[in-house]
């Protein structure tokens, strides 16, 4: 009977719909940037604190092994450009840069800018409570001149110095609070998260490879979230409704 084909030909219309709505470009991605590879894939070799991504990164291990430097040749910036850096303190930027190098967890919040150096960048990654405050507790007493390490340095050695005027002060001074930190210093990168490490809610920027990539879940569950706040307003709930009643109509 042709009227039966409605229901088969209504399921085919949800399926091509919600796939034409998947946007799958949100998962397992590298960001369009400097020294990014254009797709994740193994790197075996990956250097010291970015090992945790060999199975899957976006960084080469010349990448990694830069991002250990002090002043490492991917972009000149000095970490002790108000004397010596706490070594407790760096490891969180180490981290904070192989995090930013070698994820593909990170496409739910890759947004499009015209800069010289990259064409992406991310913006308010939710990181994870703990993650931002051990940063911020490990940085406090080392010193800084800048609250926004993205712009306004002083580039005329060829390295960031202080720019004319500003003056070295504690990491507390120029930031006084765990978000002040983790939100300012890179224009909003990260968005401090109300989540904590494992709740599969926020993104870990230190994580035990062996027990797999936490941020995999994270990412699948924000590129899901804002699919369905892509599609148009309630078709979500009418392609539910259809999906349930689809099968009584079969039946009959």
């Known amino acids: 009977m042709t009227w039966k084909l409605i229901p088969l030909?209504?399921?085919?219309?949800?399926?091509?719909?919600?796939?034409?709505?998947?946007?799958?470009?949100?998962?397992?991605?590298?960001?369009?940037?400097?020294?990014?590879?254009?797709?994740?894939?193994?790197?075996?070799?990956?250097?010291?604190?970015?090992?945790?991504?060999?199975?899957?990164?976006?960084?080469?291990?010349?990448?990694?092994?830069?991002?250990?430097?002090?002043?490492?040749?991917?972009?000149?910036?000095?970490?002790?450009?108000?004397?010596?850096?706490e070594p407790a303190c760096k490891r969180h930027f180490i981290q904070d840069n192989c995090l930013y190098e070698c994820s593909p967890n990170l496409g739910p919040w890759i947004q499009q800018v015209d800069q010289s150096w990259r064409k992406e960048r991310f913006l308010n990654v939710p990181l994870c409570k703990e993650d931002?405050?051990?940063?911020?507790?490990?940085?406090?007493?080392?010193?800084?001149?800048?609250?926004?390490?993205?712009?306004?340095?002083?580039?005329?050695?060829?390295?960031?110095?202080?720019?004319?005027?500003?003056?070295c002060r504690t990491f507390e001074s120029y930031f006084p609070t765990p978000a002040a930190?983790?939100?300012?210093?890179?224009?909003?990168?990260?968005?401090?998260?109300?989540y904590s490490r494992g709740s599969g809610r926020c993104i870990q920027m230190w994580f035990d490879p062996d027990q797999g990539n936490p941020n995999e879940e994270v990412a699948r569950f924000y590129a899901a979230a804002m699919n369905a706040e892509a599609m148009p307003h309630g078709m979500g709930l009418h392609l539910l409704s259809l999906a349930l009643i689809l099968p009584l109509w079969l039946l009959v």
């Not at 085919?12 to 034409?20: F, K, L, Q």
């Open 132 to 167: 931002c405050q051990n940063w911020w507790d490990d940085c406090r007493t080392s010193f800084t001149c800048k609250s926004n390490w993205h712009k306004g340095w002083d580039w005329t050695s060829g390295v960031n110095k202080c720019p004319v005027g500003a003056v």
């Open 181 to 194: 930190l983790c939100e300012g210093l890179w224009s909003h990168s990260y968005k401090v998260s109300n």
């Open 9 to 85: 030909l209504l399921l085919a219309w949800i399926a091509t719909t919600c796939g034409a709505r998947d946007r799958t470009d949100l998962l397992n991605v590298c960001m369009d940037a400097k020294h990014h590879k254009a797709k994740p894939g193994p790197e075996d070799k990956l250097h010291n604190q970015c090992t945790p991504w060999r199975r899957n990164a976006c960084c080469s291990v010349n990448t990694s092994q830069e991002l250990h430097k002090d002043t490492s040749h991917l972009y000149n910036f000095n970490w002790d450009h108000c004397g010596k850096m």
